[in-house]
């Protein structure tokens, strides 16, 4: 599809599992966001990558949060131990990348709930 | 610190009257400004951008203002409907060629 594809849309899992959420960008969209959205709050910034490199990864909240994008395309978000306080919906959005508007296209989101 | 804030109140506008929305940032000098809408359970759609050059921004019924003095950006929306009802977003590029960080969002509500 011509969108940016985020699997599982919805994910439940028991606390201390561990948890993959991937996020399949627009082609050619050099720039990939993930961030997490809980409940009436905005989308908080987790991590960005420019090709297949961590651009910036200031937002994960602790060392159970790791992001890889091996060949520049497709990503994947790993989150280790999962604790109650990690469920939200995590998005994901691709963009057309450095020295353009930064204009971000969102995925539909992956549901994250640990029980 | 560095703050991006919306209205964290719901705004409640009757249908054909134009809705305003703020966005007010503190200790970034952002070289553009951006304003998303999201629908429940659906991830957020970009509406418009607006450089630090431009002082106004149309798009159909869409307006964005942007005073880099002030630090702020007004979002409105004339001629509402019930369809435009949705919470939106403002965001800013935390530094140059840097991540883009948002706000928490304002929910508009357009009653017929």
């Known amino acids: 599809g011509a969108g940016v594809s985020q699997t599982p849309s919805n994910k439940v899992t028991e606390k201390g599992k561990y948890v993959e959420l991937r996020c399949d960008p627009i082609s050619g969209h050099t720039a990939l966001y993930w961030y997490r959205q809980s409940l009436g709050q905005g989308p908080e910034f987790l991590i960005y990558f420019q090709g297949t490199g961590a651009a910036d990864d200031s937002g994960l909240p602790n060392d159970r949060f790791f992001a890889v994008r091996p060949e520049g395309s497709v990503s994947t978000l790993k989150i280790q131990r999962t604790e109650r306080g990690d469920s939200a919906v995590y998005l994901c959005?691709?963009?057309?990348?450095?020295?353009?508007?930064?204009?971000?296209?969102f995925g539909e989101g992956s549901r994250l709930t640990v029980l | 610190s560095q703050k991006i804030e919306q209205n964290s109140e719901a705004l409640n506008i009757q249908e054909g009257k134009t809705a305003t929305l703020t966005c007010n940032y503190t200790?970034?000098?952002?070289?553009?400004l951006q304003w998303y809408r999201q629908d429940p359970g659906r991830g957020p759609v970009f509406l418009l951008l607006?450089?630090?050059?431009?002082k106004e921004k149309r798009k159909e019924r869409l307006k964005v203002t942007f005073d880099t003095t002030l630090k702020q950006s007004l979002f409105h929306i004339t001629a509402s409907q019930p369809a435009d009802s949705a919470t939106y977003l403002c965001a800013l590029e935390h530094s140059s060629a840097s991540k883009i960080i948002f706000g928490s969002g304002t929910r508009l509500s357009i009653r017929p």
């Open positions: 607006i450089r630090e050059n431009e």
């Open positions: 959005a691709s963009s057309l990348g450095q020295g353009n508007t930064g204009e971000l296209f």
């Open positions: 200790n970034y000098s952002p070289a553009y």
